[in-house]
């Protein structure tokens, strides 16, 4: 039934007309509405915004407004539907009405949703409009810069008034690094201009930040890890000299690479994956399944060394408002080279025997490799998700704090699910002082004190978040594609990634994955993709490290990306086999709604069949997707709650005759339908 669960959400992504009339799409959304889950608030609410045209988004645009707890999550899902189901001219129009009456900080999401679809439709300027208005709030104009580059659009103009936005920086240092890292990715998403005097003229000003007191530390850090992209080298020099140079295609002498340079600290690494950070952030999956014992080859992959040892990386403090370590004249701390850094061959090999155990070896190795200057924060998922206990906030790797963690994690044991949407959302949503008000990751709180840097772990599919049933002990939840709009709860995979999107827009933390066992790769290089960083997966078919910014270009959550047919097809087979054999009469019934949900013309034959199921449940399901899938609306293919078997077996005789006459007139038509 996994299986099954997991392919729900591909699903969902069959291009369809927005079938059925408003009133029915109407009425199915009003009472999806009255769930206490917000699981199925959120589907009812997709599905009415997938079929009700103009008319739904306008109404879900005025729930917005009043959205119900939890509030921010509420509204993110619906800004995430506005967005992703506004495609006409008009419905564009209507969205942007929409933005403009909401211009608070919370609104950010709305007005990247919103501008990116302007975007789409007209450009750059848009998206300037906004930008231009210093009167607006800041994280909004920040919204706009993400939303340009999200359209993809091309284009100088938003680059040409990086000069002038720069002279009129806001003042308070939440809203000035924002927006100067968000003016950041308009370099990085222009880099192939790079050797033009424009793409110079507009660089040079943000480069020269590096150099300011005003400049945050996470600021500096956040552009010369921009800067090395834009560049390609891993080399982050904390000050403009040496940037300014490879902007004007002039060689870095190894002079800049002397006294300042030459005391670097080692990044650590986790799993193989080095951190380039200041406060380091470890999500840990510690559900059930991380108790499974390794295999003799997934412990041999484990114990390889990674092919390259760790990279030594300039301290990217310096003069500035530095919250890393600075030395007195206002340089970078000068640290002591590391000779004593653990290995992978001293680990405990004769200790590990499972997956959590080789988990914890992992953690105890990187927490090792830490300067003291650093900082550390661990979160454990499983239904819940919380932080390592004492630790509540990113804490200084002191020897003495290093010790007492370590032997914490001896005493944490697996269980559970894998609510790694809940882990991710607590990691980032932390702050200096602990969880901020709401998990809310672009709080001044959290954008300033919290991670800059996270590698979250896991072996298997999410299946939970903070808001399911499965906390309750109601069993696994749906599972599926990345590239699948379809929006149920945060275990859906599509979900999970457009809302670590939101929660990383404004904040730019660099994100690494590392996956065991059975764990979703696609999943991992999504997630990696957002922030920047490496994947690397033990498993079955060996030891994988992928760079994703050495891949392809995939499509972004947001964008409704096309799903390939053979992987539709797929995903109707396995629904098809659900519906036949599956024991469970409730799966059974799912697959059958889903069936209809997909307009599925060859799975009415078994519909027809199951019209005799033995559960009821089943039997009216299958009728509700018989009349959806062949547009039967009238009485006479209505199958009445408590009908007696001779009435079930004229049915059947009824739906099998009109399909026999009408089955290629009805493929001709759910054809055209899929390619509007």
Known sequence: ?????????????????????????????????????????????????????????????????????????????????????????????????????????????????????????????????????????????????????????????????????????????????????????????????????????????????????RTHARTRLTLARTLGRVFETDLLYPTADPWLRLLAQEPVPPALLGSRYAQQTYRPTFVGIPATGVRIGYVIDVSGSMAEPLTAYEKELLRRPPAEKPKPAPVVTGPGEADGPKAKSGKSKQSKPRSNLPTVADLPWHRIHTRLDAVREFLKQSLRMLEPEQEFLIVWFENEAMALGGFDRPTKATPANVAKAIRKLDAREPGGGTNMHGGIRRALGTGARGPVRGLDAASAEALLGGCDTLFVLSDGSPNADDWSPAMAGAGPLPTGGVDTPFFWDYGTRYQLVDDVRRLNLLRKVEIHCVGIGESSQDLLIRLARLGHGKVRVIGAEGLTTVDPAKLPPAAAPGSDPAPTPDGIRESELQLIESLRSDPEPKERALAAKMLGDFFSVDAVPLLIDRLADDSETVRLAASRALRQICDKQGQAFHLAKGSAAPVIASLQALWRAWFKTNEAALREAIARQRTK
């Open 1 to 213: 039934m996994r299986a099954f669960l997991s392919l729900i959400l591909l699903v969902a992504c069959a291009p369809l007309a927005r079938g059925g009339e408003f009133e029915d799409a109407h009425a199915a959304y009003v009472q999806g509405l009255r769930s206490s889950q917000l699981r199925e608030r959120t589907h009812a609410r997709f599905l009415f915004a997938r079929d009700g045209g103009e008319r739904a988004l306008a109404l879900l645009g005025r729930a917005y407004a009043k959205p119900e707890s939890p509030k921010m999550q509420v509204r993110s899902l619906l800004a995430s539907l506005l967005g992703g189901h506004a495609r006409t001219e008009a419905e564009i129009a209507l969205l942007k009405s929409i933005r403009q009456k909401h211009r608070s900080r919370e609104d950010a999401w709305l007005w990247y949703q919103a501008l990116r679809r302007e975007c789409e439709r007209e450009g750059a300027a848009p998206a300037m409009i906004a930008l231009r208005d210093a009167k607006l709030d800041c994280h909004l104009r920040c919204a706009a810069i993400e939303a340009w580059v999200a359209a993809g659009v091309g284009g100088q103009a938003l680059l040409q008034q990086i000069p002038q936005i720069l002279k009129t920086l806001p003042r308070k240092p939440t809203e000035r690094a924002a927006l100067t890292e968000s003016l950041a990715q308009l370099l990085l998403a222009a880099r192939e201009e790079r050797a033009s005097e424009s793409y110079r003229t507009a660089a040079r000003p943000l480069i020269k930040l590096l150099d300011s007191k």
